[in-house]
């Protein structure tokens, strides 16, 4: 009787520990804690939400033009005020956004991806590989990527889809280090011998084993990343070398807005707003991820 209740007493004491939080869970907990990182999550998930329904939302058309009303302030018809051409402002900076966000997230991604898959080889690889590929990163960086873009949208025209991958292409080397760092410092791991004795390929290791474990500063890269691609894209299109009329973007309003900036100021400002403030939310939320998911942070 008695071996039965000291059994059951422990499987009861088991039952009542108390369970475990994963890293990310923890992580979670923290990000929550940062009222910054959190105003710049909602934000950005609210703009994103407003780009994704501005075709139902805009109160005006796009290219819907009114040459008579011309340039004129913040009115009770047009809130953000109409440009030269009579078109309304806030219609042109919702569909602006949507250009700007997909230009910084999928170049971003294709960042991301090149610069994880090259990182994470090289630094598994290991030995004279590794010495040869990172070279290459170093010759990369050597290189004026300003020029690079430009030369491509030069000879290969200017289009999105080709302003994606051309940004894309100069923004992974910074990636291809942080990947490769992280897994060089997990490839020693008991887990990953014991896969090499299992037979599993190298590729299956890489990015079944120790990507997952090495996404912490693969998120926050990335969400740092987001606003120097929108930047970069607000640049080329100063330049002219960005998005192409009719299609604008908060550069392109910023860049005509400059112009324009002594008689009519509200087209600088209101771009100018919208881009400052998400990338603002941007900063903000790479800088609460990177405390977050900060491995010493977590053992405070």
């Given at each position: ?20 939080t994963s890293l990310?869970?923890d ?5 929550r ?8 999550f ?54 602006g956004?949507?250009?700007s ?8 991604a294709v ?6 898959t ?10 004279k590989?590794?010495n ?15 020029i690079?873009i430009?030369?491509?949208m030069v ?11 051309a ?19 997990l490839?020693?791991?008991e887990y ?6 299992l037979?599993?390929?190298?590729l ?7 990507m ?23 640049f080329?299109s100063?330049?002219?070398l ?7 973007s ?7 807005g ?11 400002i ?9 990338l603002f939310?941007?900063?903000f ?12 942070a977590?053992?405070?």
């Amino acid at each position: 009787m008695t071996s039965e209740s000291g059994s059951i007493g422990s499987i009861n004491t088991a039952l009542e520990m108390p369970r475990g939080t994963s890293l990310w869970e923890d992580g979670w907990h923290r990000l929550r804690k940062n009222k910054l990182a959190m105003f710049g999550f909602f934000y950005l998930l609210l703009l994103i939400l407003i780009c994704l329904v501005t075709p139902w939302i805009a109160p005006y058309g796009y290219e819907e033009q009114n040459l008579r009303l011309g340039a004129v302030p913040p009115t009770a018809e047009h809130w953000l005020g109409t440009d030269t051409f009579g078109r309304d402002m806030l219609t042109r900076i919702l569909y602006g956004g949507r250009i700007s966000l997909m230009v910084g997230f999928i170049a971003t991604a294709v960042a991301l991806v090149i610069g994880v898959t090259y990182g994470a080889i090289a630094g598994y690889a290991g030995g004279k590989i590794d010495n040869a590929m990172m070279r290459l990163v170093d010759i990369f960086y050597a290189l004026p990527y300003m020029i690079f873009i430009i030369l491509l949208m030069v000879v290969f025209g200017r289009n999105l889809l080709l302003l994606f991958l051309a940004i894309g292409a100069v923004e992974w080397l910074v990636m291809a280090r942080i990947v490769r760092g992280q897994i060089q410092s997990l490839r020693q791991q008991e887990y990953v011998e014991a896969a090499i004795s299992l037979g599993l390929s190298p590729l299956t290791i890489i990015f079944k084993h120790l990507m997952p474990n090495a996404l912490g500063p693969v998120i926050v890269y990335t969400t740092l990343t987001i606003p120097n691609v929108m930047l970069l894209e607000a640049f080329l299109s100063f330049l002219g070398l960005g998005i192409q009329p009719p299609q604008s973007s908060w550069g392109v309003l910023i860049s005509y807005g400059v112009e324009t900036m002594e008689e009519y100021p509200w087209l600088l400002i209101f771009p100018g707003l919208a881009l400052t403030t998400t990338l603002f939310a941007l900063n903000f939320l790479g800088d609460g991820l990177r405390d977050a998911l900060d491995p010493k942070a977590s053992r405070d």
